[in-house]
């Protein structure tokens, strides 16, 4: 079984910064991508921020150049840096992971998610 536990979520004032941490645990054989999604309400959830095991990124238009996406092979986990933070970045943030598992099955797997609120 794989969980993604997701951390660093909080309120914070537009202009700050947070940063999100996500672990990946349990029986993981490998990790070919991992990344930042994101729900407002009322709204599609939309990917923030994704980075593959090659070290490939890509991001979502209205965060480049704001947000920066990170990862700790070793440990799993996957880092979201958000500074400039705008009142249109409040949403759920949740981790994903596109991985094998040691039983040789590949999925996407989720986190609970992690409330991010930028007051004006």
């Known amino acids: 079984q794989v969980q993604l536990v997701e951390s660093g979520g909080g309120l914070v004032q537009a202009g700050g910064s947070l940063r999100l941490s996500c672990a990946a645990s349990?029986?993981?054989?490998?990790?070919?991508?991992m990344g930042w999604y994101r729900q407002a309400p009322g709204k599609q959830r939309e990917l923030v921020a994704r980075?593959?095991?090659?070290?490939?990124?890509n991001y979502a238009d209205s965060v480049k150049g704001r947000f920066t996406i990170s990862r700790d092979n070793a440990k799993n986990t996957v880092y979201l840096q958000m500074n400039s933070l705008k009142p249109e970045d409040t949403a759920v943030y949740y981790c994903?992971?596109?991985?094998?598992?040691?039983?040789?099955?590949?999925?996407?797997?989720w986190g609970q998610g992690t409330q991010v609120t930028v007051s004006s």
């Open positions: 994903n992971a596109d991985l094998r598992t040691g039983l040789g099955s590949r999925g996407d797997y």
């Open positions: 349990g029986s993981i054989f490998s990790v070919n991508a």
């Open positions: 980075l593959t095991s090659g070290g490939s990124t």
